[in-house]
């Protein structure tokens, strides 16, 4: 991955609006990657929006306030064509599930994040499988397996393309 290039000494610094939009907007964009056109007989492409937004909660807890599950949820429902509310409802407890992690480890290494966002991935796809069930779908739960590991093997470009994204913004 190319590195981004750094704000030259003409270009302002960015604005507090700028530096806010930089985690949203690269969230939202990453929850369109379901609209790939992928021909597939199980589901192989990664929560790629959830994994941004874990991503950056795990690199910068101050960024997302606690409540930022529920529209950032709602825009990867509405692109994912989940059942409305799975992701708000997963993302919102996975934002709850950190807070208290954060509150209870004083610090966290790479690899307790690389597994920590993988429980945390694994319990949203499992979430969206009953919002699924309860909608008269009959998804058996291994059909999941090869979506998680493949969003496990996603985690250190995920956290390395929003720590080099954190550094533009924070120039």
């Known amino acids: 991955m190319a590195p981004l290039r750094r704000r030259s000494s003409f270009t302002p610094p960015p604005t507090a609006l700028e ?7 690269s969230t939202m964009l990453a929850a369109l990657f379901p609209i790939v056109p992928l021909v597939a007989e199980v589901p192989l492409l990664p929560p790629l929006g959830l994994l941004v937004f874990l ?4 690199l910068r807890p101050e960024v997302w306030p606690l409540w930022m599950g529920l529209p950032l949820g709602l825009w990867d429902d509405l692109a994912s064509g989940q059942p409305l509310g799975s992701a708000m409802f997963g993302w919102t407890l996975a934002m709850l599930a950190l807070d208290l992690l954060d509150q209870r480890l004083g ?7 690389w ?11 499992l979430i969206a ?7 008269g779908g009959a998804t058996p739960v291994f059909m ?11 985690w250190p470009v995920v956290t390395r393309t929003c720590a080099a994204l954190d550094r533009w913004r924070r120039v």
């Open 19 to 25: 530096r806010q939009l930089v985690p949203i907007v």
């Open 55 to 58: 991503g950056w909660r795990l």
């Open 107 to 113: 610090f966290r290494t790479q690899l307790q994040d």
């Open 115 to 125: 597994g920590i966002a993988a429980l945390l991935v694994a319990a949203n796809l």
């Open 129 to 135: 499988l009953a919002f699924v069930r309860v909608g």
């Open 144 to 154: 999941l397996v090869p979506q998680l590991v493949i969003a496990a093997l996603a």
